[in-house]
């Protein structure tokens, strides 16, 4: 009777943690996720809390878990704090919480997880989801590299008109300043030969004067 009371206990026991473990928080998300074409990716975390709970959300990525939102939310207030890695912003609906992550790019491929904190009602529960693996098409890869390569394109464009456009100005530059010299330098001239005209015609007279006073005075 001894043996077969403790092994009722046993299987008492067992079976209680088991709906404890049943009746506990639970976390769910995908196993992947595609970023768009605009560098957002939305991210489903899962949970088996009612609508009245009030939670605390936790963005993790990679192995480290490095933190890149914190949210809390409840049934009608949404907070959310982010890094500078990415921007997040939350939305609370029935049995699940999606985030949204926007400023993807391909150097951002990883594996996030959800973090779920029950903080009210007591008691308080805490569970990380098995993670989701966020990645960048090959496609928007390539939409992304040629929107690099047509603003690299328009770059180089417009520098070289700017330079071609600095090329002309400094040539049209040139010239005027040159044109404006010879100009200056022909009006010196003539101010000069005009200054010296009236001088050579004095002395001349002065000399035609000297020669007929001696002529007279021959006669």
């Excluded at 595609?34 to 192995?63: M, P, Q, R, Y």
């Excluded at 603003?151 to 520098?159: F, R």
């Excluded at 044109?179 to 000069?192: G, H, I, L």
Aim: net charge positive; aromatic share 6%; hydrophobic share 35%.
């Amino acid at each position: 009777m001894a043996t077969l009371r403790k092994l009722l206990l046993v299987f008492l026991w067992i079976y209680t943690m088991q709906r404890l473990n049943v009746a506990g928080l639970r976390v769910d998300q995908p196993m992947s996720v595609e970023v768009e074409s605009t560098g957002e990716a939305t991210l489903e975390c899962t949970h088996n809390c009612n609508e009245n709970t009030e939670l605390k959300l936790t963005i993790l990525k990679g192995s480290n878990e490095e933190v890149i939102c914190i949210g809390r939310t409840n049934s009608s207030v949404h907070r959310v704090n982010s890094t500078e890695v990415l921007h997040c912003q939350i939305n609370r609906k029935p049995g699940r919480v999606s985030v949204t992550l926007y400023g993807f790019n391909s150097s951002l491929i990883d594996n996030y997880f959800c973090k779920i904190e029950k903080l009210y009602p007591p008691p308080y529960e805490g569970k990380k989801g098995s993670g989701t693996i966020i990645f960048t098409s090959k496609k928007n890869c390539q939409k992304c590299e040629s929107s690099f390569q047509f603003v690299m394109l328009l770059t180089m464009g417009l520098l070289s008109i700017l330079t071609v456009l600095s090329v002309i100005y400094s040539t049209v530059l040139t010239l005027k300043t040159c044109r404006a010299k010879r100009v200056t330098k022909k009006e010196e001239d003539n101010s000069v030969y005009e200054q010296m005209a009236p001088s050579t015609g004095g002395e001349q007279s002065r000399r035609n004067t000297e020669s007929a006073t001696t002529l007279m005075r021959k006669y």
